[in-house]
Each structure stands twice: as structure tokens, then as C-alpha cells.
């Protein structure tokens, strides 16, 4: 018969990177809501997206629509707005 050894778990090296990272106060990865954002400026008709970057809940970005450049903002719900 085989013993199963019992080891306590311990925390994944990524975990123990992301809590070095929170106290060193690394700047936020956009991660899923980068590619949210993507997603739905594609949906809306928008092309060559540039500069994404976080503003609060928001991702703002420099996008194209019919040959013309424009920054907008989207929402945490997906919706695009022209950037104030």
C-alpha cells in the first residue's frame, strides 16, 4: 500500500508575486478588463486602438471610426462614449 504523504499548501509563487507587487504599489494591470474594453470597441466599429490606458472604473483609448481618430472612454459595462 502506498502512504499519501499530507503537505500543507503552500501559495503559488504567482500568488506570492501578486502580493509583493500590491505592497510594493505596483501600477494596476489592465489584464481582463483591457481585453473587455477591446472587445467592445470591436463591437461598436472601432479600429487601431492606441494608448489604452485605465481612468478609474473606465479604460480610455485613442480609436479609429471611419477614417477618423478620436479618443473614447468605456464603461465598466462595455458602453463607449466619446472621452470628456
Known amino acids: 500500500a502506498h502512504k499519501v504523504a499530507m503537505h500543507k499548501a503552500k501559495a503559488s509563487h504567482h500568488a506570492w508575486r501578486h502580493k509583493q507587487a500590491g505592497r510594493k504599489r505596483a501600477p494596476e494591470t489592465l489584464g481582463d478588463r483591457e481585453t473587455n474594453a477591446l472587445n467592445a470597441l470591436e463591437l461598436a466599429g472601432y479600429s487601431d ?3 489604452m490606458h485605465a481612468k478609474g472604473a473606465n479604460i480610455v ?3 479609429e471610426k471611419n477614417k477618423k481618430r478620436t479618443s473614447v472612454t468605456v ?3 462595455g458602453t ?3 472621452a470628456a
Do not use: F, L, N, R
Open 80 to 82: 463607449v462614449h466619446p
Open 49 to 51: 486602438v492606441q494608448g
Open 61 to 63: 483609448a485613442s480609436v
Open 75 to 77: 464603461m465598466p459595462d
